[in-house]
């Protein structure tokens, strides 16, 4: 599958998601999910497993910890972060929040400058990228070729 149709197949798993309400640590489409659940249930749809499971999480995790972990991890699975002037539909989108602080937002890139991700007290919504998003993008990663 070229990277233009992998794009494709992303988003349309991410909009199938469009609706699901938002629950901390959530990863089930229609049930719930949080902005990292959305992407764990997208991953599953492609590939049919996760290629980890996160240990549990406060929803403070990121101000707490420091670390990167969610950079880390999509490195781990999507390879090294591109350019944000490449980033693309379908391509995994990580925000930062505010500086110093870890990255702990995600979404997914989706066609005419928009992203769809879940956003806490309502649910997962496809949204403008809208510069006050695009300046917060701390990493944009492409999801692997399926095989």
């Known amino acids: ?12 798993v991410a ?18 999910c949080d902005c990292l659940g959305l992407i764990r249930g997208v991953w599953q749809e492609l590939y049919g497993a996760e290629p980890e499971v996160p240990a549990p999480y406060a929803p ?21 972060a591109l350019p944000v002037a490449a980033l693309r539909p379908g ?12 990255a702990k937002h995600a979404g997914i890139a989706a066609p005419e400058n928009r992203f769809i991700h ?3 007290q309502a649910a997962v919504i496809e949204s403008p990228l809208v510069p ?16």
């Open 1 to 12: 599958m070229n990277e233009t149709a992998m794009g494709e197949r992303v988003v349309a």
């Open 15 to 32: 909009r199938g998601f469009i609706g699901t309400p938002y629950r901390h640590q959530g990863a089930v489409k229609g049930v719930g």
């Open 60 to 80: 403070d995790w990121a101000e707490r910890a420091g670390e990167e972990r969610l950079l880390l991890a999509a490195a781990r699975h999507c390879g090294p």
């Open 91 to 102: 391509d995994l989108l990580v925000f930062r929040w505010r500086t110093g602080v870890a």
């Open 118 to 120: 879940a956003y806490e």
């Open 132 to 147: 006050c998003w695009r300046r917060r993008i701390a990493g944009v990663f492409r999801f692997p070729e399926m095989v």
